[in-house]
């Protein structure tokens, strides 16, 4: 089991929003920024948000990331079906000395 | 364009050793930290360790301490993973990850050399 806690699975309609939630602790999230990444099959995670709420450069608005307290989430507005794929939170925890993901969230889209 | 190459993967027998390189371009490779991060089949991402840019400092997944040791070679921008006493839930797809600011946090991520260990 993971050191952050993620929904196996989320789905939403297209066109509408979609949250993926991340839970951890004050020794991971609760202090320690969180990143976002996404993957389709077959292919390499992709930076999707970073310091908690921050878009690299070529990624749309619709995606946007939160923190509050030990959890974060991460949130697909306009869905697409090209949005269909896993999602991963990550960040330091300061405890293990260690870099700690999420299981991944799977997003189907309707 | 930053581009991360794996190799070294294969099938090896439990208890046997492999060596993992990640050859690295498009960056100031010494100025970045650098980790290995894998995916066994069907599963989530692990973290297994990063090197500081220098190679000083490192640091590693419980799972694997004594039996991996990452480095690398700044002069050839490459990055290496030894991996020792090879388990059978060392199974995975393993990537090479170029940090941005932090060490936990990647924006180039390699295509991932294949890791098999069974008898």
């Known amino acids: 089991q993971s050191v952050l806690t993620q929904p196996p699975s989320v789905s939403a309609a297209a066109g509408q929003k979609v949250t993926v939630s991340c839970s951890g602790s004050?020794?991971?999230?609760?202090?320690?920024?969180v990143s976002w990444y996404q993957q389709f099959p077959g292919t390499a995670p992709k930076l999707l948000i970073y310091?908690?709420?921050k878009r690299p450069s070529g990624i749309p608005d619709r995606f946007s990331g939160s923190k509050s307290g030990t959890s974060a989430t991460l949130d697909i507005a306009g869905l697409q079906t090209g949005d269909e794929a896993d999602y991963y939170c990550g960040t330091w925890d300061s405890s293990l000395i260690a870099v700690v993901f999420g299981g991944g969230t799977k997003l189907t889209v309707l | 364009e930053v581009q991360l190459l794996e190799s070294g993967g294969g099938l090896v027998q439990p208890g046997g050793s492999l060596r993992l390189s990640c050859a690295a371009s498009g960056f100031t490779f010494a100025n970045y930290a650098m980790s290995w991060v894998r995916q066994a089949p069907g599963k989530g991402l692990e973290w297994v360790a990063t090197v500081t840019g220098p190679g000083s400092t490192t640091y590693y997944i419980q799972s694997v301490k004594g039996r991996f040791t990452i480095s690398r070679d700044n002069s050839k921008t490459t990055l290496y993973l030894q991996m020792n006493s090879l388990r059978a839930e060392d199974t995975a797809l393993y990537y090479c990850?170029?940090?941005?600011?932090?060490?936990?946090?990647?924006?180039?991520w390699g295509q991932g050399t294949l890791v098999t260990v069974s008898s």
């Open positions: 310091d908690n709420n």
């Open positions: 990850g170029k940090t941005y600011r932090s060490i936990d946090l990647y924006d180039s």
């Open positions: 004050s020794s991971n999230i609760g202090n320690n920024y």
